[in-house]
């Protein structure tokens, strides 16, 4: 295959892995395997993950948005923990690494798009995310509930007052006190139950007096 027939392939997608070119092309696995390396290492892709990879911004006909990459590069999965507590205004740091959870093995990938990183949780605590639009890119993101649970539950140790304090939450409007307790529920884990009790006491009292933790 030549370059120009790649892009020709591939310029209307943000990204495209070597499985999904194989079908597109009809061409030997190996060989298009061989070709790709070829034109990473010249510089005429940008490698994603193994197996994984991107035009240069020249050849591409939309702009790739590094929060549906977060999705597309390693499935299934959805965007929590940090970023989707700091994309609901919830936590007041920016987040630069893009913080999801899967149901499979953990992992962790540079490059030229972002830091992107999976934590693992069981397939029964893989539920509770929602489609979003951002920028015109569609993204699997945990609802707010969701993104408190899955860092209380995935950060080890136990979370105290003092500990929930020093997160500095706000926006604590946009998380629904039944549903927390629903999806508390189904984790079966009594460290998180606490977690939730503390979290319902500290922001009702923060409703009440106006503030932020």
């Not at 790739?64 to 590069?73: H, K, R």
């Not at 390693?74 to 919830?90: D, I, R, T, V």
């Not at 006190?177 to 009292?205: C, G, H, N, V």
């Amino acid at each position: 295959m030549k370059y120009e027939a790649l892009i020709t392939l591939v310029r209307p997608y943000g990204w495209f892995d070597l499985a999904t070119l194989v079908q597109m092309s009809s061409e030997p696995r190996q060989a298009l395997q061989i070709q790709l390396s070829r034109w990473r290492k010249a510089g005429k892709l940008l490698p994603l993950r193994r197996g994984m990879y991107a035009l240069p911004e020249l050849y591409r006909s939309k702009p790739i948005n590094p929060a549906e990459l977060a999705n597309g590069m390693y499935a299934p999965s959805y965007l929590s923990l940090h970023w989707a507590l700091g994309y609901y205004g919830m936590i007041p740091e920016r987040v630069f690494e893009y913080t999801s959870v899967t149901s499979r093995a953990p992992r962790r990938f540079d490059n030229a798009f972002g830091s992107f990183s999976y934590r693992h949780v069981k397939p029964a605590a893989f539920f509770g995310c929602q489609v979003v639009d951002l920028g015109g890119s569609r993204m699997f993101l945990a609802e707010p509930e969701k993104a408190l649970l899955d860092l209380w539950y995935l950060e080890q140790g136990e979370w105290t007052v003092a500990r929930m304090e020093q997160m500095r939450f706000q926006a604590f409007e946009r998380v629904d006190p039944e549903t927390l307790d629903d999806y508390a529920d189904q984790f079966d884990s009594p460290r998180l139950m606490a977690a939730t009790k503390i979290w319902s006491t500290l922001s009702r009292q923060s409703l009440e007096q106006g503030v932020e933790l």
